[in-house]
């Protein structure tokens, strides 16, 4: 069971307590409607043709043998659907006015850039009709040479476009004082060089992607049913790209199974639901297959990180220099080329460092589009920054926590303006450290450690410490500008009160598993005083919210729930209005107290709320100028960035022998500001740190030296069972924003982005002894047998 | 072909393709969407069923393969008036569920699971549930709710 270090914010109603969530019921007795749910009578099935070669000239593509195969009712190639795109696929985050972008079609025109890459489509009664027509499309292709390796795709030596005259896409760079950095590393006692992989991953929500497209009984309308992260932003995507008037789409994402970042995304399925809807004026739907999703959805990581740290004797940092490749795929996604740079300011981690500096070259290759996976960029910085640490521990002879704590950015130091350009809102790092090493009982595992090397035994114990902070609450409008984002970052919210005294929030953030129904309900329950279940929560549909930028960076709360309580406080405002107006005093003298305003010094003089409700929609006796209704909105954008942070312990076992890596501890202490609800929170937690430990230990998405993908189902790549992790101790400390008027931060993401640097530097503290200081990730039992061999022969571990 | 299956309590014959799924079945045929289909290689769990009380994953049986047999889905769980099965209660009481997609699945693989192991060890639960994958809850939660029926001892088979 979870401990909790500090008591769970202190609360006066609902928020803080660990209420049970409202969605449950619906999920838990499968009345819940996921896309591939929907019955849609008259609806195609659209089946994909996809290139088998990583790179190759279409030749030609022939569908006449498909149009044959009973119940087909079309089929396209690339060039038959020329006509129908008001432009290329979207990618919103030109990270430089330079980038290369090589235009991207759902369906190839001549040229298929990856084995996944559209080549047709073939649309039947039955998907199973359209999936048997597909194999009977005759395409000619004439192979190319494949990029396929990231480092040999920045050298050019193989084209992964042939109308490019070069991969790299971009170079971005932060180098706020580049002789300062020079300076330090002249000047430095003690440097760390580290290079790492972040090996590319498949998101693998466990409901695959799916769209329904049905056109609307009134002529050129579109409803859009899709597995999405984002109904607002594919909104207005899709109607520039399909070239529809944006107010005759309305997208619906019904319940959503999981996304990760991999349902933040404008795919091609997508838009050719809508034009293929719009052309035989018949509902289009697709249902991605689990081997298909391998291919057709975008991957995570995929980079080549170089990090040097510059040191005195005590293992202070002076200086992080950082140059990274990363793996944009074949085309750029909604947000490819931006993703290491969500990661470029955070490489100096939780630590004071003085000298800066960061360059990432983003590169094409053959392969899936990478793009937003659970933590986007932040995950690879930590990473980079704790394994470097550890690494720096072990050069000037200190305990890992001991270095770590060297180098905290003081409590005393926030809000903390980093040399790379943030201002850090709050935080007590050290605090986090503390209370993460006394809940795993760091002497203690130290002892055992070393009792275990002395005694010679084959399971060897190993610590490993991630102490990560983010940044998240995406974000700033302006902010976002100054790297070349071209939407902002803000939220929107309304809420109302109905006649009846129950309360309809609408708001544009879009769950898909995340609780937002039960969290939304609690602010408002504390705010109006009502209970949260008479709290109505409408979202994930652009007719009835039709302001919102969605759910991802773990911004929901820190934004979307920050506009919610904004738009609450606004109603409370007007409703006060009302309530001097019926009680014949100064506004000033009521005063709110659940949901109820009373006369100051005179409490028997009193209105409810959904008294005020009912009087705001009779609309009887408003004061002079006020409108019916008790209603009010707010759009709110961040002033800043939130900064959660915390520490990781992961402790493993590691059998000498054979190098099996068992996880059999974990504990973490996160610190998300201010909780709403600390079960939901937990959740998030528990649920990130498998993610991060499914990277550090298990998955990966392998492809051969010819750019096939190998591991296209879960027999072949590993999203890790019940059975290969352990229960979590967690524990909490709590240091509001002061960013935000609820003090949160977010949760999101933080337990993928501390855990899977905590695992690995556990797998190499077990080994260190015996000279391991890497092994690549996934940490495989093949690698890590090889590692223990190749650091001390003889010692039982192979080459 | 014609299959003749009880599903949750009511009887239904059919014709069917010989090659339809059992799960395809269950959501086309009878209706039933609760059941959901993760992968293609049996290796996710999301479209456990019991057949006859025991898990099976309705992706990997043909609907012929259960003529005359009874199966249970996620809809035949709560009771007629909605009360939740305890295993669904005690999902919703240890926050064992996120998006909800693999929860159908992993409901089901508990009843059977817990069926033949009344007073199992956490690890026992680890064990029992390595075919059945979650991406949300990193499976501390569901393993909570699992132990908490078992401790309970209110399981009705």
């Given at each position: 069971m979870s401990a909790t270090m500090?008591?769970?914010?202190?609360?006066?109603?609902?928020?803080g307590t660990r209420m049970l969530r409202r969605e449950d019921p619906a999920l838990l007795s499968g009345e819940a409607r996921y896309v591939h749910d929907l019955v849609v009578p008259g609806a195609l099935h659209m089946a994909v043709v996809r290139?088998?070669?990583?790179?190759?000239?279409?030749?030609s593509v022939d569908v006449s043998g498909a149009l044959g195969?009973?119940?087909?009712?079309a089929a396209f190639s690339g060039a038959d659907l020329?006509?129908?795109?008001?432009?290329?696929m979207p990618c919103?985050?030109?990270?430089?006015?330079d980038m290369q972008s090589p235009p991207h079609f759902p369906v190839a025109l001549?040229?298929?850039?990856?084995?996944?890459?559209?080549v047709a489509v073939v649309l039947a009664g039955s998907q199973a009709e359209a999936q048997d027509a597909a194999g009977a499309v005759a395409v000619v292709y004439e192979e190319l040479p494949a990029a396929v390796d990231l480092e040999d795709a920045a050298s050019d030596r193989?084209?992964?476009?042939?109308?490019?005259?070069?991969?790299?896409?971009y170079t971005w760079e932060l180098t706020p004082d580049a002789d300062a950095v020079t300076r330090a590393f002249d000047a430095a006692a003690v440097t760390v060089k580290e290079r790492y992989v972040q090996q590319r991953l498949i998101p693998a929500a466990m409901e695959p992607r799916g769209v329904c497209v049905v056109p609307q009984?009134?002529?050129?309308?579109y409803l859009v049913y899709s597995a999405t992260q984002i109904p607002h932003i594919l909104r207005t995507m899709l109607g520039i790209t399909a070239g529809?008037?944006?107010?005759r789409i309305r997208v619906v994402a019904p319940s959503?199974?999981?996304?990760?970042?991999?349902?933040l995304d404008v795919y091609a399925e997508e838009l050719l639901c809508l034009v293929l809807s719009r052309r035989l004026r018949k509902p289009v739907r697709w249902s991605e297959e689990r081997s298909e999703a391998a291919q057709a959805t975008i991957h995570g990581r995929g980079q080549v990180q170089e990090i040097e740290l510059a040191a005195d004797t005590?293992?202070?940092?002076q200086a992080v220099r950082v140059r990274l490749l990363a793996d944009m795929g074949a085309y750029m996604q909604l947000v490819t080329p931006g993703v290491p740079l969500l990661g470029a300011f955070l490489y100096h981690g939780v630590y004071d460092v003085a000298a800066y500096s960061f360059t990432c070259t983003g590169v094409f290759t053959n392969k899936t589009p990478t793009d937003a996976y659970r933590g986007a960029g932040r995950p690879e910085a930590t990473y980079a920054i704790e394994r470097a640490m550890d690494a720096l521990a072990r050069k000037v002879g200190t305990d890992p926590a001991e270095v770590r704590r060297r180098n905290f950015i003081g409590a005393?130091?926030?809000?903390y303006a980093s040399a790379?350009?943030?201002?850090?809102?709050?935080?007590?790092y050290e605090g986090a450290l503390d209370a993460a090493l006394e809940l795993v009982d760091y002497e203690g595992l130290r002892e055992e450690q070393a009792r275990r090397r002395g005694q010679g035994a084959s399971k060897l114990l190993g610590v490993g410490l991630s102490s990560y902070v983010e940044m998240c609450g995406l974000a700033p409008s302006r902010v976002l500008a100054s790297l070349n984002y071209v939407a902002g970052g803000w939220e929107a919210a309304t809420v109302r009160m109905l006649p009846t005294g129950k309360v309809q929030v609408v708001t544009g953030a879009t769950p898909h598993g995340q609780g937002h129904v039960t969290s939304w309900s609690m602010i408002i329950a504390d705010k109006l005083?009502?209970?949260?279940?008479d709290v109505e929560v409408l979202h994930s549909d652009t007719a009835v919210s039709p302001l919102g930028l969605d759910?991802?960076?773990?911004r929901s709360l820190a934004v979307g729930g920050t506009a919610i309580a904004l738009a609450a406080d606004r109603l409370i405002d007007k409703a006060r209005l009302l309530a001097a107006h019926r009680l014949e005093v100064?506004?000033?003298d009521l005063e709110l107290s659940s949901g109820q305003f009373s006369v100051r010094g005179s409490p028997s003089s009193a209105m409810a709320l959904g008294a005020l409700a009912f009087e705001a929609f009779t609309?009887?006796?408003?004061?002079?100028?006020m409108e019916p209704n008790l209603e009010a909105s707010a759009t709110y954008d961040p002033t800043n960035f939130t900064f959660p942070f915390g520490t990781h312990v992961a402790v493993v076992e590691v059998d000498?022998?054979?190098?099996k890596v068992d996880l059999v501890r974990y504990s973490a202490v996160d610190d998300c500001?201010?909780?709403?609800n600390p079960l939901i929170v937990d959740g998030q937690v528990h649920g990130g740190i498998v993610q991060g430990v499914a990277q550090a230990l298990f998955e990966e998405a392998v492809y051969d030296d010819?750019?096939?993908?190998?591991?296209?189902?879960f027999t072949d790549y590993l999203v890790p069972a019940a059975s290969e992790v352990p229960s979590f101790s967690l524990g909490r400390t709590v240091t509001p924003s002061p960013s935000n008027p609820l003090g949160v931060k977010g949760i999101g993401e933080a337990g993928t982005i501390a855990s899977t640097p905590a695992v690995v530097n556990a797998v190499v503290d077990a080994l260190s002894h015996l000279g391991v200081v890497d092994i690549a990730m996934p940490v495989t039992p093949e690698r890590v047998w090889r590692s223990i061999g190749a650091a001390a022969p003889g010692t039982g571990g192979g080459r | 072909m014609q299959v003749t299956v009880t599903v949750n309590g009511t009887t239904g014959s059919h014709d069917v393709e010989?090659?339809?799924?059992l799960v395809h079945y269950l959501r086309e045929?009878?209706?039933?969407?609760?059941?959901?289909?993760?992968?293609?290689?049996?290796?996710?769990?999301?479209c456990t069923v019991l057949l006859n009380g025991e898990s099976v994953?309705?992706?990997?049986?043909?609907a012929a393969q259960a003529d005359g047999e009874e199966i249970t889905t996620?809809?035949?769980?709560?009771?007629?008036?909605?009360?939740?099965?305890p295993i669904q209660e005690a999902f919703r009481e240890h926050h064992?569920?996120?998006?909800?997609?693999c929860t159908p699945g992993m409901v089901m693989a508990i009843a059977s699971f817990l069926k033949e192991h009344?007073?199992?060890t956490e690890a026992e639960v680890r064990e029992g549930l390595e075919g059945n994958l979650c991406?949300?809850?990193?499976?501390h939660n569901i393993v909570q709710a699992a132990l908490a029926v078992a401790r309970a001892g209110e399981l009705v088979s």
């Open positions: 500090t008591e769970d914010t202190p609360a006066k109603g609902v928020v290139s088998p070669y990583a790179h190759a000239r279409v030749t195969m009973p119940g087909v009712a020329a006509g129908e795109w008001g432009s290329a919103a985050w030109p990270v430089t006015a001549n040229e298929a850039c990856y084995v996944g890459d559209a193989v084209l992964a476009h042939s109308d490019l005259s070069s991969n790299r896409a009984p009134f002529g050129g309308e529809v008037p944006e107010e959503v199974g999981g996304g990760f970042g991999s349902k005590d293992g202070r940092v005393d130091k926030f809000p790379a350009g943030l201002l850090f809102d709050s935080g007590n005083g009502v209970s949260p279940e759910t991802y960076g773990s100064a506004p000033e609309a009887h006796d408003l004061p002079q100028g000498a022998e054979t190098g500001g201010n909780q709403i010819d750019g096939n993908l190998l591991t296209t189902t | 010989t090659r339809m799924l045929v009878r209706g039933l969407t609760g059941t959901n289909v993760g992968c293609d290689t049996t290796s996710c769990g999301a994953k309705s992706c990997t049986m043909l996620i809809e035949g769980m709560a009771a007629p008036d909605g009360t939740l099965h064992g569920l996120q998006c909800g997609f009344p007073d199992p991406r949300c809850t990193g499976y």
